[in-house]
T-cell receptor
């Protein structure tokens, strides 16, 4: 069974731009969660989608948004990029959200 | 608001010895706890978990201990191997919420 895939793996943007990251969960998994990883901050929860609905949201500004499609694939969008948005963005999928999550390799975003 | 804390950012042990990684949490609604291991350039991978109804769970060289009254869990790796060198994250789940600690970088020296 294929694992969680994230595209692109690396991205360089400049301040003020916007970016869209994509995540394809493991086949059959309906829950997709997004996390931001920065040095010293660990994994910070962004949001969780289940059956195309946002079920949980972390403490991030409205510039961070996401959506989930009917095939469970998910996208995350960050608008008006700031230098502090430079991080590794990880996506994780699970069957129903209340069980073990499987992570993708992440998208490394660098904002210049 | 760090509900899950890993107070040691790094830990270095000798091959063959025991590695003990610690994690504290504040939210009493958490009832399921997990440890993930992360190598550079890869996403975290699930290692071991424990439910709040237990105080110990063992899987090969890995054992997780839970002290609910102290809101503390620990991961023991015995014996430690150089391939265990990675960043270890603890996570806590409950009430449809999941939080991760900041991670502890374990280095196992040959």
């Amino acid at each position: 069974k294929a694992g969680v895939t994230q595209t692109p793996r690396y991205l360089i943007k400049t301040r003020g731009q916007q970016v869209t990251l994509s995540c394809s969960p493991i086949s059959g998994h309906r829950s997709v969660s997004w996390y931001q990883q920065t040095p010293g901050q660990g994994l910070q929860f962004l949001f969780e989608y289940f059956s195309e609905t946002q079920r949980n949201k972390g403490n991030f500004p409205g510039r961070f948004s996401g959506r989930q499609f009917s095939n469970s694939r998910s996208e995350m969008n960050v608008s008006t990029l700031e230098l502090g948005d430079s991080a590794l963005y990880l996506c994780a999928s699970s069957l129903a959200g209340a069980d073990t999550q499987y992570f993708g390799p992440g998208t490394r975003l660098t904002v210049l | 608001d760090q509900q899950v804390k890993q107070n040691s950012p790094s830990l270095s042990v000798q091959e063959g010895r025991i590695s003990i990684l610690n994690c504290d949490y504040t939210n009493s609604m958490f009832d399921y706890f997990l440890w993930y291991k992360k190598y550079p350039a890869e996403g975290p991978t699930f290692l071991i978990s424990i439910s709040s109804i237990k105080d110990k769970n063992e899987d090969g060289r890995f054992t997780v201990f839970l002290n609910k009254s102290a809101k503390h869990l620990s991961l023991h790796i015995v014996p430690s191997q150089p391939g265990d060198s990675a960043v270890y994250f603890c996570a806590a789940k409950g009430n449809n919420d999941m939080r991760f600690g900041a991670g502890t970088r374990l280095t196992v020296k040959p």
